[in-house]
């Protein structure tokens, strides 16, 4: 688009008082924001407020010339930053299905991934080693099948679906990582991701709605859940406490029609009964790559890294592998455990160190043990 476009599209977006859903009806209306901002008062007031209708019509103040202005330096900064608008071409089409599609979107990356189709991974900040585990492994195998993977940019689950796709894009893979962030493009939050942004912005897209230097918000978390669920065919929850916002994508995700995906846990650990309740509400129980192409009617291309599993080299003596027998798949506390083993407390803590450091078991709170393959 030429600078007076750009320029529009922005002042669009940055005029207090304009949301999506206002842009659509005066988009709709007038046709491009340029027209928009030279329509008269009149004919404005038949689509907006009196007070808005007076602050389309008069010049954009200053502090609404301030942001456009560092909009448009940060877009010149680099030929990976771009606009996408309702009225660009390359705007995601599944994004364009929803009823609330944002007016633009902020890009950062390779804008050309959005060609492809896509699976959110979302998942809890508090996983377990496991889920953190699961996650990636699933994102770099469907990465490889061809689905690029939309995530949040949160610790946890997010991150791991982000770069299991990277190790999939690195790779060769054609598919890569879709980051939807709750900030403006040049905020990264939490602080502690800005290694696997910049890993993102090199192999994959970063996509934001917010204006540049928006902060983290609360209630902007959840708007970014929409486009997450927009983006994609289907939502695939790992792992989700009752309380997480997880489950808000997936319900998001189910509102517009797509596919609910979730991976059942130990009815023991509370990360899993999140997943335990869409399963029951209906969503699909996933035990593999392969389940989730299945269901997303997508033909297999390389599935064997998640459908493996975690599979081990490592040597091990009748000990440990007694061990790992007598915990099974459940989270056990140390005492029941060496009642099981019929051994005592302190030799069967040296054993479990050296399962913990191998990664075969996970230390959990309240000196509880989980088997992790």
Known sequence: MDAAERNAWLRLLLTPGIGPRTARELLAAFGLPQEIF??????????????????LCAPPGAAVETAIGDAERWLDAGEDRSLLTLADPDYPRALLETADPPTLLFAWGRREVLGLPALAI????????????????F???????GL????????GIDAAAHRGALEAAAEGAVASTIAVIGTGIDVVYPTSQRGLGEAIRARGLMLSEFALGTPALAHNFPRRNRVIAGLARGVLVVEAAMRSGSLI???????????????????????????????????????????????????????????????????????????????????????????????????????????????????LPGNRYQRLR
């Open 249 to 363: 994508t997936a319900r998001l995700a189910a509102e517009i029609g797509r596919e609910v995906l979730a991976i059942p846990g130990s009815i023991h650990s509370p990360t899993a009964r999140g997943c335990h309740r869409l399963i029951k509400d209906g969503a699909k129980l996933v035990e593999s790559a392969q389940d989730v192409l299945d269901e997303l009617h997508l033909p297999a291309r390389a599935v064997a890294a998640a459908d493996r599993g975690s599979e081990g080299s490592e040597q091990m003596n009748a000990e440990h592998r007694a061990v790992l027998a007598a915990l099974g798949h459940d989270p056990v506390d140390l005492d029941t455990l060496a009642r099981r083993c019929a051994r005592d407390a302190g030799a069967l803590s040296a054993a479990l160190l050296e399962l913990e450091l191998a990664q075969y078991v996970e230390r």
């Open 38 to 55: 030279s329509a008269s008062r009149a004919a404005l007031s038949r689509h907006a407020a009196s007070e808005l209708a007076d602050r």
């Open 148 to 155: 690029n993977i939309v995530s949040g940019l949160a610790v």
């Open 139 to 145: 994102a770099r195998s469907l990465a490889q099948a």
């Open 122 to 137: 979302v998942g809890s900040r508090s996983c377990t080693h496991q889920g953190r585990e699961t996650a990636q492994a």
